[in-house]
């Protein structure tokens, strides 16, 4: 991180306005995320926080919101009495404002005034829209005309996914939030980008002579890209009976995650030229021109009553919310080709699902076999080697190689240099929101998804869910607890590989070089 940038937010100093401060995600996410900066050094004594929404609230009351969605989510925990947490609470304030009402905002102008002259902050303003998107263009308009805009700093609009339903809504969407501010304001969050294993892959790639010469359709077989979720919709069931696991996962983090595997070396680590590598990869993305094309390699599933880690679990139409007759999938597996010199001919292979044996989000390279290998005729277990980016929910690298069993003559066994990044720093690493948050305030987009990005993926899935729409009857259940329909195995399975087990290690494997603890 750039001393300097966090030098400025602390001597300049940043009024946040939260819209949606009595949601969810404010809770269990942002407050916290606003706790830990302070704590951490991150956000001085010069700012002050606006939790705005429709409910009556006492800035006492907000306050004690605050604490408790620390207390039961945060990393720092705060003591009622503690000094640090009695001024820290001071910089918080609630104002009731329904996001329709432009009085309301002009009233919010005032608020932001006071607080700045009050905290000694110099006019910048954050605005985070924790609200569904469908108030956002509101919002955006009524900032505008409330003169909550009009400040002698900077102003940014972080807002929230999804945005859009798909790529006709996104563009409405941005088409609003254009009319009001430049698109280097606008911050749009996906939160696989804040995941310190997901922001490693650059630097694991481009910092390493290791890897970068192998990173190529000459050496590496295939990657896989595994997103396992065990909750269900939890009640989340409105919305995501809408949206299903392609919306949900895919156009997004899954696809984010695609282009931070494939992307070139940008030439420098600016935010524009890392974005720009991005779009390219997204602009190479193979698309489906017929449903006989995404039938053959996409695979759409919705779980069933089963058990997931020794519970019994519904059904997911029979989950609160959700169309009992719902043809929504809750899992999306799919073979994805960038088509560019560099990876022509090597698939990705994509999954992800809701009620999966176990929440994990895991990368593999498997790289491709050496010709002519010697020891092939001998060894059985003989195995290509593997990259595993390990990102959740323990965060490390873990690599795959052959090499002789000790006391034997030519047997070779697979063994593991693994190193455990969690288990060397615990899992007190900052939370994504954390990261995303602070970086939103010292104006680094690197982490936010560009328009381009979300428009050329929305691009990618509407072909997908058209094909779904002509009434393809590709439904395929699977019952909770199982790693999905047969189908996702199969689509590997045709082309000679298979899913390799998650955190990568078979069975009777050594790990040779480790920093674990447990
Ligand atoms: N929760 C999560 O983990 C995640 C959420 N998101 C996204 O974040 C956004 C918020 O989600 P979440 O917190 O779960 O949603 P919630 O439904 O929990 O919260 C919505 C918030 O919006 C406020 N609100 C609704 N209508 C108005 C209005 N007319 N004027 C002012 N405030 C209003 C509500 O307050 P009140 O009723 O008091 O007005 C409430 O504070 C959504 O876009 C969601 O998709 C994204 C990733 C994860
Ligand atoms: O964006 C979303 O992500 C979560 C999974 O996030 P994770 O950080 O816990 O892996 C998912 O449950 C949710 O449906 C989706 O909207």
Redesign the pocket.
């Known amino acids: 991180m750039s001393e300097m940038r966090m030098d400025g937010v602390r001597e300049q100093g940043v009024v946040i306005f939260l819209f949606g401060a009595t949601g969810d995600l404010a809770s269990r996410k942002l407050y916290p995320a606003i706790y830990s900066m302070y704590r951490e050094g991150k956000l001085s004594d010069k700012f002050a926080v606006v939790g705005l929404a429709r409910r009556p609230r006492t800035n006492e009351q907000f306050r004690d919101d605050v604490f408790q969605s620390i207390q039961e989510f945060a990393r720092h925990k705060a003591g009622a009495d503690d000094p640090e947490w009695i001024r820290f609470a001071e910089h918080f304030e609630y104002m009731p404002l329904d996001i329709h009402n432009v009085d309301g905002f002009r009233r919010l102008s005032e608020t932001a005034s006071r607080l700045e002259g009050q905290f000694g902050i110099a006019g910048n303003r954050l605005f985070y829209l924790a609200l569904a998107p469908d108030l956002f263009g509101s919002v955006a308009q009524n900032l505008l005309e409330g003169g909550v805009l009009e400040c002698s700093g900077w102003h940014r609009l972080v807002i929230e996914?999804?945005f859009g339903f798909d790529l006709p809504s996104a563009e409405k969407l941005n088409a609003e939030l254009q009319s009001v501010f430049t698109e280097k304001e606008i911050y749009r969050i996906d939160?696989?980008l804040g995941?310190e294993m997901v922001q490693n892959i650059n630097v694991v790639r481009f910092a390493n002579t290791l890897f970068e010469p192998l990173w190529n359709n000459k050496y590496i077989a295939n990657i896989q890209i595994t997103?396992s979720?065990t909750?269900g919709?939890e009640d989340?069931g409105g919305y995501?009976d809408h949206?299903g696991a392609l919306r949900?996962?895919a156009q997004?983090?899954m696809l984010q995650m695609v282009t931070m595997m494939a992307m070139e070396a940008p030439s420098r680590l600016h935010p524009e030229d890392i974005r720009d590598e991005k779009v390219k990869v997204l602009r190479s993305l193979r698309g489906f021109s017929t449903s006989e094309e995404v039938s053959q390699n996409v695979v759409r599933g919705q779980y069933t009553a089963g058990t997931v880690k020794g519970q019994e679990k519904p059904g997911y139409r029979s989950e609160d919310s959700v169309n009992p007759d719902s043809v929504t999938e809750t899992y999306f597996a799919a073979k994805v080709f960038v088509d560019n010199f560099r990876w022509a001919g090597v698939p990705f292979y994509i999954r992800t699902g809701?009620r999966l044996p176990v929440?994990t989000?895991e990368v593999v390279v498997e790289f491709k076999s050496i010709p002519d290998n010697v020891y092939l005729a001998k060894n059985k277990r003989l195995q290509p080697n593997l990259l595993v980016f390990r990102v959740?929910p323990l965060e490390g690298i873990y690599l795959k190689i052959n090499a002789k069993e000790p006391g034997s003559d030519e047997t070779i066994i697979p063994v593991a240099m693994d190193f455990c990044q969690s288990c060397q720093v615990g899992i007190n690493t900052p939370e994504?929101y954390e990261r995303l948050l602070f970086d939103a305030v010292r104006g680094d987009s690197t982490h936010f998804t560009r328009w381009d990005e979300v428009a050329l993926a929305w691009q990618y899935v509407d072909r997908i869910k058209a094909a779904w729409n002509e009434g393809a009857d590709d439904l395929r259940l699977y019952p909770a607890g199982s790693w999905g329909p047969k189908e996702s195995h199969e689509l590997l399975e045709r082309d000679g590989f298979h899913w390799w087990p998650i955190n990568g290690q078979e069975e009777g494997e050594v790990v040779w070089v480790t920093n674990r603890t447990e």
Do not use: C, F, I, Q
Request: aromatic share 10%.
């Open positions: 996914k999804p939160h696989y995941k997103l979720e909750v919709v989340r995501y949206s949900d996962m997004n983090h809701k929440k989000t959740h994504a």
